[in-house]
Antibody, heavy 120, light 110 residues
């Protein structure tokens, strides 16, 4: 059974960098056919795709976040990470990681999510 | 940015049927597979439907999906109190080069 677990600070100061890691178990992050993804949900709002990465390091970013975003993959430790720079209160959200099919782009499974609050 | 439009809410009595629409364009729904997700309160979203009309193992056949042109529909029959949740559609948008999700629909069982 594939499981994903997010980890990282729950509080980040404005203008700083938000950093999260997603650890994958039950599947190899080097498996072909999957993108490893980040999705966020602002409090009480809908889903927003952040971006994803293939095991070879190729990335696909949401154009609205691209200038501040870096997603990296660590195949040795079966995990991938998210870095979002120059954060503001608008980046306060629950951040989920998920596995996505490369053709269907279906997100399954999802991590439980971690709330990141941007505040001084 | 939500470029897929869903009704904010739908409701029905237990045992009844509801349908949730997801409206898009030729850049997204019209030329790409659609998926549907269920988000129960305080939980992560869960895949319900993929490739427009396929159900993952473990998803009951009370849930169904369809697509026609630039719109898609999720159907839930035999409505149960446990179906009260938010439902989202999602797909790739070739014009934006981004995954896009619907605005979300809250299902209430009366």
């Amino acid at each position: 059974q594939v499981q994903l677990q997010e980890s990282g600070p729950g509080l980040v100061k404005p203008s700083q960098t938000l950093s999260l890691t997603c650890t994958v178990s039950g599947d190899s992050i080097s498996s072909s056919g999957y993108y490893w993804s980040w999705i966020r949900q602002h409090p009480g709002k809908g889903l927003e795709w952040i971006g994803y990465i293939y095991y070879n390091g190729r990335t696909y970013y949401n154009p609205s976040l691209k200038s501040r975003l870096t997603i990296l993959v660590d195949t040795s430790n079966n995990r991938f990470s998210l870095k979002l720079t120059s954060v503001t209160a608008a980046d306060t959200a629950v951040y989920h990681c998920a596995r996505a099919g490369t053709v269907t782009r279906r997100f399954d499974p999802w991590g439980q999510g971690t709330l990141v609050t941007v505040s001084s | 940015q939500s470029v897929l439009t869903q009704p904010p809410s739908v409701s029905a009595a237990p045992g009844q049927k509801v349908t949730i629409s997801c409206s898009g364009t030729s850049s997204n729904i019209g030329n790409n597979y659609i998926s549907w997700y269920q988000q129960l309160p305080e939980t992560a979203p869960k895949l319900l439907i993929y490739e427009n009309d396929k159900r993952p193992s473990g998803i009951p056949d009370r849930f169904s999906g369809s697509k026609s042109g630039t719109s898609a529909t999720l159907g839930i029959t035999g409505l149960q109190t446990g179906d009260e949740a938010d439902y989202y559609c999602g797909t790739w948008d070739s014009g934006l080069s981004a995954v896009v999700f619907g605005t979300g629909t809250k299902v209430t069982v009366l």
